[in-house]
């Protein structure tokens, strides 16, 4: 599937085409991390993987009515990413909620990692896993093929783009900045997106279409050395999908960045004025560790275009590892202050460093 698919983009669009191996152990020296939009979006952003910089390929979708997701993640130097030495140099990772509330997951050690860039898209083969990506030239389009032996995993998960990507603090422009904290880079490709999961997960379903989104992140030194906190998620309520990153560096400093898009165009995108806040029980912030809130309370001074201002609340953990991270899914209320009240579905996380 994946080697058709790229075919047909080659002879389609006879876009030049670059292809990186990269092998599952650490490669000894100074790896260059390129941390401003410069060529193709989705593109490997590390020259090379030594024992602390990584990257890698974020892909989530929940169902309309929430009450089933998908999240994978495509990593090369897992260990730089998460801190933890007994992880797998490149992996693949999948976790899913089903719709009897049950969850399942899967970590697949993976040998050379093959990228492909053509346009602004990067397609991958995570090699020996039976997991592997393509990404349209133009970012409209993201599919996973799934053919997991390991795990008896089968299917596929495709996202149609809603709304074009855009770099930390604005457009995707050529030398805009991509950086969240110091050492830690984030392109979001795509921002919303219609889902349409079809999976066989070891003999049980994940069936469903719902709002799904697809980023990346990297850094060329270990992520939690590097960052205090982050919050962040995506939601799509009414005609508007909302990104939030509200993050503290390792000094207590918080960045905020926002986007939202309606109808597939951009409504706001910049830095410094949207802010996330917890709320329900344990809504301390900066967040404790551990202590796990209800909800989150998003408020987004877009200029012209008005507030906006979403509450999202839990439905379900989807992933937990207390005290340093936890992933929800829930349902969203919301939508430009003074104006109609719409509802939705998101997927959003918080981590600490
Ligand atoms: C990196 O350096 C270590 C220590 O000198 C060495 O054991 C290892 O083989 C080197 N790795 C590569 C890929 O050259
Ligand atoms: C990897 O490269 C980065 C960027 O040059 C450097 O800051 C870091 O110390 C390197 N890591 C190791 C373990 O050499
Ligand atoms: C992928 O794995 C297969 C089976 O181990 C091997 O034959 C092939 O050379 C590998 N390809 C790459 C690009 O590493
Ligand atoms: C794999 O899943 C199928 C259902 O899709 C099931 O029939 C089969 O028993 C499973 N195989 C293993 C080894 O669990
Ligand atoms: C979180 O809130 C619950 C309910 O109020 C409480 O039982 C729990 O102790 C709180 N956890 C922390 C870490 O504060
Ligand atoms: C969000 O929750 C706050 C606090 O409960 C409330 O004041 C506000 O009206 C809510 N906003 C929306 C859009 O539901």
């Known amino acids: 599937m994946l080697y058709f698919l790229l075919t047909l983009s080659l002879v389609g669009l006879a876009q030049a085409i670059s292809v990186d191996i990269y092998p599952p152990y650490p490669i000894n020296g100074s790896s ?56 797998p140099f490149n992996v693949v990772e999948v976790n899913v909620a089903f719709e009897d509330g049950t969850l399942g997951a899967a970590a697949v050690p993976a040998g050379n990692v093959v990228i492909a860039t053509v346009g602004d898209g990067a397609s991958g083969i995570f090699n020996g896993t039976g997991y592997s990506w393509y990404e349209s030239s133009d970012l409209s389009t993201f599919y996973i093929d799934i053919n997991d032996p390991v795990n008896n995993i089968t299917g596929s998960l495709k996202l149609s783009s809603i709304g074009p990507h855009h770099a930390q603090c604005g457009p995707a422009t050529k030398g805009a900045s991509l950086l969240v904290v110091p050492h830690l880079g984030w392109a979001n490709s795509i921002p919303d997106a219609d889902a349409v999961v079809d999976i066989n997960f070891n003999g049980k379903p994940l069936k469903f279409t719902g709002v799904g989104y697809h980023d990346s992140n990297w850094g060329d030194q270990g992520l939690l050395e590097q960052l205090g906190t982050w919050y962040w998620g995506h939601t799509r309520v009414g005609p508007y999908g909302v990104v939030w990153f509200d993050t503290t560096d390792i000094n207590g400093v918080e960045h905020q960045s926002g986007y939202v898009s309606k109808h597939g165009a951009v409504l706001a995108e910049s830095c410094g004025s949207m802010s996330v806040r917890p709320t329900g029980q344990n809504s301390t912030y900066p967040p404790l560790p551990g202590a796990s809130p209800s909800g989150f309370h998003i408020v987004y001074d877009m200029g012209p275009a008005g507030v906006l201002e979403v509450n999202i609340t839990n439905y379900e953990t989807v992933e937990n590892t207390e005290p340093l991270y936890e992933r929800w899914v829930g349902t969203s209320v919301g939508g430009i202050r003074g104006r109609e009240v719409h509802n939705g579905v998101g997927l959003y996380e918080w981590l600490g460093g």
């Open 32 to 87: 260059t991390a390129q941390y401003t939009v410069d060529g193709p979006f989705d593109r490997p952003k590390l020259d090379f993987f030594n024992q602390t910089s990584y990257q890698w390929w974020y892909i989530d979708a929940v169902s309309s009515d929430v009450k089933q997701s998908a999240v994978f993640v495509f990593a090369i130097n897992s260990i730089g990413a998460s801190g933890d030495p007994a992880s």
